[in-house]
C-alpha cells in the first residue's frame, strides 16, 4: 500500500482492541453453528442474434456466466457474486468480476469486487477490486475499503478521431468510515482519497483529452430519530479536486472547514485543483394520518468525488413534501412542492431557475378496485447571469403532465378477470416565441388491456390496445396496435409456454409509414426444486408503406439454464 494512505489506518489500530475482545466473545459459541452449508444460484446464458436490412446492434453469438453462493462456515456467512462473459473482449478487459462479503455477526469483510456505501457525496456505490471491512460493535461504527476504482486502459484507436476504447488511468483509492450510534441515530466521519497513476498508460493529454487526477473528500453524515414521529438526515462534504497532476504552478486556495486539515494527505496540489461543498439535510415526520419532509440539498459548481459516478453540481433545491391518508390508508394523497436554481458562485452566462410541483392521489376499493391519479407542472425560466440574456434563446418553458390509471379485478373459482385502463398526456409550452416553433410538443398514450385466466385449464390469455400520438409543431407522429398472449401451465405448473404477438402501425401526419409485427415465445421448465430451463425468442419485422423506410427483419434467441442449491 503506498505510504499516502497509511495515515487513513490510524483509526484501524485504535479499533483493535475492542474489534479483539468482541470477536473473541462471538467464537466462544461457535460449536453451536452448523460446520457448513452452501446455497445460492448458478447461471449461464447463451443469445443468438441475426438481422437482416439494417447494421446488427448486437454480436450474432454471446454469452455470460454469473453466481451468487452463500458459504456458511461455523456460522460465518460467504456471500460470493461473480460475471463471467465475453463482452469487451476485443477492448483487453473482459468484463469478469469476482467478489465475497463474509461477515459474522457485526463484522463484515469485504473482497474483490464490491460497490460500497459511505454515504452520498463521499463513498457513494462507487464500484471497487480491492479489499474492504464494516465493523459495527455495539454503537462503534466502523468501515473501511481499499482498492482499484478504474483499471488502465490504453487508447485503442486514431488518436485525432473516434477511439474504440477511450483511455483511462489507473485509479486507486481509499477510504474510511467512524461514528457512532444505531441504524436510526448515527453520526459518521468519513474520508476517501483517491488518485489516477499517470504511468499506467502511455498518452498525451492534447491527444486524448484527458489528464491524471487526485481527489481528497471528507464528509460529516448523519441520521437521527427523535420523539418517535420525527426524524433528520444531514451530509455535508467538502472535495478538494486536481483535474492535472502534471501541473505545478501552486494552489492559492487552503481548503475547506473540512478538507483542510487532511489535504496533508494529497501529493498534488495545484492550479488545477478545485474545492467545492455539497449539503443536504431533510428534516420530516410520520404519523399514521399525515407526514411532511422538508428537503434542502445544494452542490457546488465543480463539486465531485471519485467515490461516485455522477452529480448533479452546481444547483440548489429545496422542496416539501407532505402526505395525507385517511380511511385505513384506502385513499392517499402526496405531493411535491419546491423550487431550483443553478448558478450559485455567479460565473455562468445565465442562472436558470426551476419550479416544481406534483400531486398523486391513490384509492382503492378491498381488493377489487385500485386507482391512480397524478399531476405535475415544472417550469424552467433563466435569469441574467455575467451577460444580458439573448431573448432569441432565451429559455421560459412549463411542462405539464396528467394521468390516470384503474384497474378492476375480479376472482373466482374457475375465472378471474382483470381489467385495466392507463391514460397519460404531457405537454411543452415555450413561452419565447423564437424557440417554440423547435420545442414544443405535445402526446399522450392509452393503453386498454383485458386479462383472463381460466383457473381449472391453467391458461391465461391477455389483449390489449396502444394509441400514442406525439406532435411537434411540424409533424405529427402516431402509433397504435393491439397485443394478444396466451400463457399456458403443464406438468403441474413445471412447464410454462408464453406466445405473443403484437402489430404496430405507424403514421406521420396520418399518413401510413410502417408497421412492426413481432412474434415472441418464451417458455420455463422446472425440473425439480434446483434446475431450471429458459428459452425465448422473437422476431421482428416491417413492413414498407412509405417509400423512405427500409425494411428490416430481426431475429433473437435467448437459451439459460440456472441451478440452485
Do not use: C
Not at 107 to 135: D, I, K
Not at 205 to 226: M, W
Amino acid at each position: 500500500m503506498p505510504t499516502r494512505y497509511l495515515k487513513l489506518l490510524v483509526f484501524i489500530i485504535a479499533m483493535l482492541p475492542v474489534v479483539t475482545k468482541s470477536f473473541a466473545q462471538d467464537v466462544e459459541k461457535i460449536e453451536e453453528q452448523k460446520p457448513f452449508r452452501i446455497t445460492g444460484t448458478l447461471a449461464a446464458n447463451a443469445m443468438f442474434f441475426d438481422v437482416q436490412g439494417r447494421p446488427p446492434s448486437r454480436e450474432p453469438f454471446t454469452w455470460f456466466f454469473t453466481g451468487n453462493p452463500t458459504l456458511e462456515i461455523y456460522g460465518i456467512t460467504l456471500p460470493f457474486s461473480f460475471t463471467v462473459s465475453e463482452q469487451q473482449r476485443d477492448f483487453r478487459q473482459p468484463f469478469n468480476q469476482f467478489g465475497v462479503s463474509p461477515y459474522y455477526k457485526w463484522a463484515t469483510l469485504h473482497l474483490g469486487y464490491r460497490n460500497l456505501v459511505f454515504s452520498p457525496f463521499t463513498l457513494g456505490g462507487h464500484t471497487m477490486a480491492g479489499v474492504g471491512t464494516e465493523l459495527k460493535p455495539g454503537k462503534l461504527r466502523f468501515g473501511f475499503m481499499y482498492g482499484r476504482l478504474f483499471r488502465a486502459i490504453q487508447a485503442v484507436g486514431d488518436p485525432v478521431g473516434t477511439y474504440i476504447a477511450d483511455p483511462t488511468f489507473l485509479r486507486t483509492g481509499a477510504s474510511i468510515k467512524v461514528g457512532y450510534g444505531t441504524d436510526e441515530n448515527f453520526v459518521d466521519l468519513v474520508l476517501l482519497k483517491a488518485k489516477d497513476d499517470p504511468n499506467s498508460i502511455d498518452y498525451t493529454s492534447s491527444e486524448t483529452g484527458i489528464t491524471p487526477a487526485e481527489n481528497l473528500v471528507v464528509g460529516i453524515y448523519s441520521k437521527q430519530k427523535f420523539l418517535k414521529k420525527f426524524f433528520f438526515e444531514l451530509e455535508f462534504a467538502q472535495s478538494a479536486y486536481t483535474r492535472n497532476t502534471d501541473l505545478t504552478e501552486a494552489d492559492t486556495v487552503k481548503g475547506g472547514m473540512l478538507t483542510r486539515p487532511f489535504l496533508s494527505l494529497m501529493d498534488a496540489q495545484n492550479i488545477s485543483t478545485t474545492h467545492n461543498t455539497a449539503f443536504e439535510s431533510s428534516l420530516g415526520y410520520e404519523h399514521d394520518i399525515f407526514g411532511l419532509r422538508i428537503k434542502y440539498r445544494e452542490v457546488g459548481p465543480s463539486y465531485q468525488s471519485m467515490g461516485a459516478y455522477f452529480f448533479q453540481n452546481d444547483i440548489r433545491n429545496i422542496t416539501v413534501e407532505p402526505t395525507v391518508r385517511l380511511f385505513k390508508s384506502m385513499l392517499q394523497a402526496s405531493g411535491s412542492f419546491g423550487h431550483q436554481t443553478d448558478n450559485l458562485d455567479k460565473r455562468r452566462a445565465n442562472t436558470t431557475t426551476r419550479t416544481i410541483g406534483s400531486v398523486n392521489l391513490t384509492g382503492r376499493i378491498k381488493e377489487i378496485y385500485t386507482g391512480n391519479l397524478t399531476y405535475s407542472n415544472y417550469d424552467i425560466g433563466q435569469a441574467t447571469g455575467t451577460v444580458n440574456i439573448d431573448t432569441l434563446i432565451q429559455i421560459s418553458q412549463t411542462v405539464q403532465s396528467y394521468g390516470m390509471m384503474h384497474n378492476v379485478m375480479l376472482t373466482g373459482e374457475q375465472f378471474t378477470h382483470n381489467v385495466m385502463i392507463n391514460y397519460n398526456y404531457q405537454v411543452l409550452n415555450d413561452r419565447n416565441p423564437n424557440t417554440s416553433e423547435f420545442s414544443n410538443y405535445e402526446t399522450d398514450t392509452w393503453l386498454a388491456s383485458y386479462y383472463i385466466t381460466f383457473v381449472p385449464l391453467r391458461l391465461s390469455v391477455t389483449a390489449s390496445y396502444t394509441l400514442t400520438n406525439f406532435e411537434l409543431p411540424t409533424q405529427r407522429t402516431g402509433i397504435a396496435g393491439p397485443t394478444i398472449g396466451v400463457t399456458r401451465s403443464f406438468l403441474k405448473n413445471a412447464l410454462s409456454i408464453n406466445l405473443m404477438y403484437s402489430s404496430m402501425a405507424y403514421t406521420v401526419n396520418d399518413q401510413p409509414n410502417r408497421t412492426i409485427n413481432r412474434i415472441a415465445m418464451n417458455s420455463s421448465y422446472r425440473a425439480g426444486q434446483k434446475h431450471r430451463i429458459n428459452l425465448r425468442f422473437y422476431l421482428n419485422q416491417t413492413g414498407q408503406e412509405a417509400e423512405n423506410v427500409q425494411t428490416f427483419r430481426e431475429i433473437k434467441g435467448d437459451i439459460g439454464y440456472a441451478y440452485t442449491f
